[in-house]
């Protein structure tokens, strides 16, 4: 098969992958470059490349598959939330890729006062996709407590790191908010084994509650190979937390992920995954999971069930859904 031009930019042949996993699109490429670039080119090459992230979203077309790749010589700075709220965008950090933590792509928002900046990043689009970013937070407004806010239809993401280095004596606070129907994270690490939560909060890794972002809820969602990372206060910090009855609808899926408490921490968690009530509209599944430090995996009673994993850092077995 001869080789194809993407306009002004990335080289394919059939579905050939470059540097950093760029698929072939129908679409549009857009090249992101906070260093070199500026928002008065046209961000269709590299030589040309838009400066901010804000600029190449604005400029996509939804439904046809765009994607923006950003450098990773440098943290691409938002003086805002970014809203993904167009369908079909793809987002692919320029990394080599293949990351689980410390991608080289970074995107971050830093200290804002708009109470609508809840996140670095909010998404409400369908079938939206990110890889080899690392999401960072480091906002103080009140309402700023997460560093990702899912909101969207089947969103995937691949070898990401979310992290919130603030809000760390906020219960509600969380490195992912997640309200989205069929997402995927494979991949993927969450949280710090650096920054201590504080005493007698929650503190998740992964919120979940029902209609944070409005209209919408956690459903049919699945993690893959993630890490979940914590270095706990006190025995209430979990990793999963599912504050109402009804924050998951039909699954909740965990596959071959670790919830690691760092063992130089204040305190041991209770458990690794749990909730403020037994779910009433879906289950959480955690399967071939392991957690480190932890005193059991997850709470009881309250709609989790476990196969195949090991339930607490000292003991083996199987053990039993609760």
Same mark, same amino acid.
């Given at each position: 098969?001869?080789p194809?031009?993407?306009?002004e930019g990335?080289t394919?042949?059939g ?5 950093g ?5 129908f ?11 500026s928002?008065?080119?046209r961000g269709?090459?590299?030589a040309?490349?838009?400066?901010t992230?804000d600029?190449?979203?604005n ?5 046809k598959?765009?994607i923006?790749?950003?450098s ?12 993904v ?5 793809? !987002?692919?950090? =320029?990394d080599g ?6 991608? #080289?792509?970074?995107v971050s @928002?830093?200290v804002? /006062?708009?109470?609508?900046d809840?996140?670095t ?6 079938g ?6 690392k ?6 407004v ?10 969207g239809?089947?969103?995937l ?9 603030t ?12 309200n989205g129907?069929?997402a995927?994270?494979r991949?993927?690490? !969450?949280?710090? =084994?650096?920054?201590?939560v504080a005493?007698?909060?929650? #503190?998740?890794?992964?919120? @979940?509650a029902r209609? /944070?972002i ?28 599912a504050?109402?009855a009804?924050?998951v ?8 992920c670790?919830?690691i408490?760092?063992?130089?921490s204040?305190?041991t968690p ?6 403020g009530?037994a779910?009433t509209e879906?289950?959480?599944f955690l399967k071939?999971c ?10 009881a009673s309250v709609?989790?069930y ?5 339930p607490?850092?000292?003991t ?7």
């Open positions: 098969m001869r194809t031009n993407l306009p990335v394919s042949q579905m050939l992958l470059t540097g996993g760029v698929p072939t699109t679409g549009t490429v857009y090249f992101v470059d906070y260093d070199n670039g928002d008065g080119n269709r090459s590299m040309q490349a838009f400066k992230l600029k190449a979203n400029s996509v077309t939804t439904n598959n765009d923006i790749l950003l990773a010589n440098s943290t691409h700075a938002l003086t805002e939330m970014l809203t709220s167009k369908n079909r965008v793809h !987002f692919i950090g =320029l890729g293949g990351r689980m933590y410390g991608q #080289r792509t970074k @928002l830093g804002t /006062t708009a109470a609508t809840i996140a990043i909010k998404v409400t689009g369908v939206c996709s990110f890889r080899n970013i999401f960072m937070n480091s906002n103080t009140d309402e700023g407590i997460y560093c990702v806010a899912e909101g239809e089947f969103s993401y691949e070898n990401c790191e979310f992290y919130k280095d809000d760390l004596d906020q219960t509600d606070a969380a490195e992912l908010l997640h129907d069929s995927q994270f991949n993927c690490t !969450f949280g710090s =084994l650096v920054n201590i005493d007698n909060v929650i #503190r998740p890794c992964v919120k @979940l209609e /944070t409005t209209g919408k809820v956690c459903r049919d969602s699945y993690f893959e190979n993630c890490l979940f990372w914590r270095k706990a206060g006190g025995t209430e910090t979990q990793f999963v937390y504050a109402g009804t924050d609808e039909r699954m909740l899926m965990f596959n071959g670790s919830f408490n760092n063992p130089l204040a305190a209770a458990h690794a995954v749990g909730a009530a779910q879906g289950v959480i071939n392991s957690s480190v430090d932890c005193t059991v995996m997850v709470e709609g989790i476990v196969d195949g994993a090991v607490t850092f000292a083996t077995g199987v053990s039993k859904a609760s």
